[in-house]
Nanobody, 116 residues
Framework: HVQLVESGGGLVQPGGSLKISCAAS????????MRWYRQGPGKERELVAA????????TYVDSVRGRFTISRDNAKSTVYLQMNSLKPEDTAVYYC?????????WGQGTQVTVSS
């Protein structure tokens, strides 16, 4: 049974930091590329960051590059998103995604709210 469980979301002030996690089970995590998406209020879901299976390559959407860092621990089957210098426009539900070939798995999302 495939599961992706996000955690670590919450309320943070502008300029603050937050680290969210996604714990995977039910598939061979180390062979999958992992992604973080987000969907803000009234917006379409967008790709925020991606990391290859052995963490050799990371990519970011322009709006978060230099502020967010995606990483993974294959021994723990977990992917992380460290978010620094958070802005109100980063407010969204953040979703974890695992992809390999035709496999495309999603978590349930974790809410991140940036507000004073």
């Amino acid at each position: 049974h495939v599961q992706l469980v996000e955690s670590g979301g919450g309320l943070v002030q502008p300029g603050g930091s937050l680290k969210i996690s996604c714990a995977a089970s039910g598939f061979l995590f180390s062979t999958y590329g992992m992604r973080w998406y987000r969907q803000g209020p009234g917006k379409e879901r967008e790709l925020v960051a991606a990391i290859t299976s052995i963490a050799t390559t990371t990519t970011y959407v322009d709006s978060v590059r230099g502020r967010f860092t995606i990483s993974r621990d294959n021994a723990k089957s977990t992917v992380y998103l460290q978010m620094n210098s958070l802005k109100p426009e980063d407010t969204a539900v953040y979703y974890c995604n695992a992809r390999k070939g035709a496999d495309n798995y999603w978590g349930q999302g974790t809410q991140v709210t940036v507000s004073s």
